[in-house]
């Protein structure tokens, strides 16, 4: 497939509201393993589609062997909180402290169309939820306290 450039903090993508999807078509199925090869690539745990520059409400989730492929997805529940430190694939060499949701509940379209119901907590969670705020075009430095430079 491809590796895309990630789109850094700062263009205009990243603050836009991403599209539903409203077919899964052969593109939306390419855009996932396009997704897939640039994630892998990154060496990251998540990527939404604005990340690549495209505004669809897809992301993608690398959190132990499998990939987790999201459309549309929404939070169905929260519980809890818990207080963590990200960083992303966009804003390199920064970290944060975010407060997420301890627990959550997310329905989303798999590549088939079929509905998936998630239930998490731990980093799935916050991963989870830092892609769906993508999505929003929100980005972690807008609810993170203590940012800091990291070496990347």
Sequence with gaps: ?????IVNMGEDI???????????TP???KLLDNMADTLREAQGVGLAAPQIGVLKRVAIVHVGEDFIE????EILEVKGEVRGVEGCLSVPGVQGEVVRGRYIRV???DRTGAV???ETEGLLA?????EIDHLDGVLFVDKASRLEKVET
């Design 126 to 130: 916050r991963v989870f939820q830092h």
């Design 27 to 29: 593109n939306i199925l």
């Design 14 to 24: 990243l603050r836009e509201k991403a599209k539903c999807v409203a077919e899964i």
């Design 70 to 73: 999201l459309i549309n997805p």
């Design 116 to 118: 998936q119901v998630y």
């Design 107 to 109: 329905r989303a379209l």
């Design 1 to 5: 497939m491809a590796v895309f450039r």
